[in-house]
């Protein structure tokens, strides 16, 4: 999805339903979250699983200009555990 359309989104939808449904699939989140894959040589974070890995956000605040630290790259176990504590 292009980045255009994403921000128009971001301006009129709830937050949580425009991150999810048009965030995450925006080029930028693509571009980024591929990028922080890569510097975490394609493992899990925590627990170094290859295989499906999501990028999970430890702060939302630099949406749209992550920095390194702001990403964290999981496997879905391990993505699911950290959602789980913080609620
Ligand atoms: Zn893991
Ligand atoms: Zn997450």
New binding site residues.
């Given amino acids: 999805m292009t980045d255009i359309l994403a921000r128009l989104t971001q301006i009129i939808l709830p937050r949580r339903v425009w991150y999810r449904n048009f965030y995450l699939r925006s080029d930028h989140w693509t571009r980024t979250a591929a990028e922080a894959r890569v510097r975490a040589g394609q493992r899990c974070q925590r627990c170094r699983t290859a295989g499906r890995l ?1 990028v ?2 430890v702060v939302y605040t630099h949406l749209w200009r992550e920095y390194p630290v702001d990403l964290m790259v999981l496997c879905r176990a391990c ?1 699911k555990k ?2 789980r504590r913080r609620r």
Avoid: F, G, R
Wanted: charged share 15%.
């Fill in positions: 999501d999970h956000h993505h950290i959602h």
